[in-house]
């Protein structure tokens, strides 16, 4: 298996505009996560989804911020409208059930100006 | 929810010196302690974990340490290499479904040669 694979790898785009990010998790994990990695707050939770619906959502931090899962393979964090404070890296992670450790994507880069 | 206290954030050592790396956690239904590497530019990777029923565990110059009536878990490098140099997150989690890590804020270990 090739992977959590996440696209894209880098994102630079202007402030207001919608951005796209996706991940796709290792085959047979039903469990995936999003994560935002900053220098001021770490690795943060933003969403988690189990068999593809969404458990805990507490972390995604306001109304613009949305994920999806539409199925086992796929899924996306959007971010509409988008501001400079959003800047991150946003990592995807999916571990199976009953299974303890993540495997985490190479990340997006996501910046905006 | 959880949280975790990771400490220090940065520490510096010379090659061949023992590092050690603290975190403590709050939700005393935690049981599963992850500890994750990641290089610059790169993803967290897995290098050790432990579980509650558990105290100690080693893996040739790494070890954990876990300490459940203190809430407080440690990583010790021995040996340290030039290539030990990366953030180490630890993270705590505990059942139900799936094992969701919580992460502490990470700490910069930087081996001098």
């Known amino acids: 298996d090739a992977g959590v694979i996440q696209s894209p790898r880098h994102e630079v785009t202007e402030m207001g505009q919608e951005v796209t990010l996706r991940c796709k998790p290792i085959?047979?994990?039903?469990?995936l996560f999003w994560y935002r990695q900053t220098m001021m707050r770490g690795l943060e939770l933003l969403i988690y989804?189990?068999?593809?619906?969404?458990?805990?959502d507490s972390g995604m931090p306001e109304d613009r911020f949305s994920a999806k899962m539409p199925n086992a393979s796929f899924s996306t964090l959007k971010i509409q409208p988008s501001e400079p404070r959003d800047s991150a890296v946003y990592f995807c992670?999916?571990?199976?059930?009953?299974?303890?450790?993540?495997?985490f994507g190479q990340g997006t880069r996501l910046t905006v100006v | 929810g959880e949280n975790v206290e990771q400490h220090p954030s940065t520490l510096s050592v010379q090659e061949g010196d023992s590092a050690v790396i603290k975190c403590t956690y709050s939700?005393?239904?935690?049981?599963?302690f992850p500890w994750y590497k990641q290089e610059l530019g790169k993803r967290p990777q897995l290098i050790i974990d432990?579980?509650?029923?558990?105290g100690e565990k080693k893996d040739q110059r790494i070890a954990v340490t876990l300490n459940k009536t203190a809430k407080h878990f440690s990583l010790h490098i021995t040996e340290t290499q030039p290539e030990d140099s990366a953030v180490y997150f630890c993270?705590?989690?505990?059942?139900?479904?799936?094992?969701?890590?919580?992460f502490g804020r990470g700490t910069s270990l930087i081996v001098h040669p």
């Open positions: 992670a999916s571990s199976s059930q009953g299974n303890t450790e993540a495997f």
């Open positions: 085959s047979g994990h039903n469990s």
């Open positions: 989804f189990n068999n593809n619906v969404p458990i805990d």
């Open positions: 939700d005393s239904a935690s049981n599963y």
């Open positions: 432990i579980r509650s029923n558990v």
């Open positions: 993270a705590a989690s505990m059942p139900g479904g799936s094992y969701i890590p919580t």
